[in-house]
């Protein structure tokens, strides 16, 4: 079976991230018949979640694997549940309508250069995707680090406590050594 790869950002971020050049790079140089997709996700919720799944509809026949990042690990859990595969999430955000409250108002984004402003209705359209219940808790693999400064890691750890989770000491939000999990990532995602 073909099998794809799907790496989301963050919020604030986009595919030329460390994070998401390291997996290229990785994934170039050990698995280059794995088809990568790698997008610039947009700021706002709705358009961000109908823009990722008509990315993936296309691949729903083939293995999928997802990475996601921050906000990208919030839109792979909500993709997984119409999209099943499997996901590895790297800190994500576990309820970003409540984090991203603070962020209301005009935000210029560093990669893109693009203005865009956030609204109060965003927030609403980030809880409207909050996954309620895992369909496949056990195809989740939730790597934390306990000194993230921009999420609390433990509420990863109650959200994802049915899926195997790794809470690793230290660490920030970038999560410190991410390259060095990359093979076992890809055992998790594709049995290699």
Same mark, same amino acid.
């Given at each position: 079976?073909?099998?794809?790869?799907?790496?989301?950002?963050?919020?604030?971020?986009?595919?030329?991230?460390?994070?998401?050049?390291?997996?290229?790079?990785?994934?170039?140089?050990?698995?280059?018949?794995?088809?990568? =997709?790698?997008?610039? =996700?947009?700021?706002?919720?709705?358009?961000?979640?109908?823009?990722?799944?008509?990315?993936?509809?296309?691949?729903?026949?083939?293995?999928?694997?997802?990475?996601?990042?921050?906000?990208?690990?919030?839109?792979?859990?909500?993709?997984?549940?119409?999209?099943?595969?499997?996901? =590895?999430?790297?800190?994500?955000? =576990?309820?970003?309508?409540?984090?991203?409250?603070?962020?209301?108002?005009?935000?210029?984004?560093?990669?893109?250069?693009?203005?865009?402003?956030?609204?109060?209705?965003?927030?609403?359209?980030?809880?409207?995707?909050?996954?309620?219940?895992?369909?496949?808790?056990?195809?989740?693999?939730?790597?934390?680090?306990?000194?993230?400064?921009?999420?609390?890691?433990?509420?990863?750890?109650?959200?994802?406590?049915?899926?195997?989770?790794?809470?690793?000491?230290?660490?920030?939000?970038?999560?410190?050594?991410?390259?060095?999990?990359?093979?076992?990532?890809?055992?998790?995602?594709?049995?290699?």
């Amino acid at each position: 079976m073909q099998q794809v790869l799907i790496y989301l950002h963050g919020f604030l971020s986009s595919p030329q991230s460390v994070k998401c050049q390291a997996t290229l790079d990785y994934m170039a140089k050990h698995h280059p018949d794995i088809t990568i =997709v790698a997008p610039q =996700v947009p700021y706002y919720p709705n358009e961000a979640i109908e823009t990722l799944r008509e990315l993936v509809a296309p691949h729903k026949d083939k293995q999928i694997g997802y990475i996601g990042s921050s906000m990208g690990g919030f839109m792979s859990t909500q993709l997984m549940q119409q999209f099943p595969g499997k996901a =590895v999430l790297i800190n994500p955000a =576990v309820t970003p309508h409540i984090l991203l409250s603070d962020y209301l108002g005009e935000h210029v984004h560093p990669h893109t250069n693009e203005s865009f402003t956030l609204v109060e209705a965003h927030m609403q359209q980030l809880a409207s995707l909050v996954v309620a219940e895992l369909a496949q808790p056990e195809n989740f693999w939730v790597l934390l680090q306990e000194e993230d400064e921009t999420l609390d890691y433990r509420e990863a750890v109650e959200k994802y406590q049915n899926s195997r989770v790794t809470v690793e000491a230290g660490g920030d939000h970038s999560f410190q050594g991410y390259e060095n999990h990359l093979p076992n990532i890809m055992q998790f995602l594709f049995e290699r």
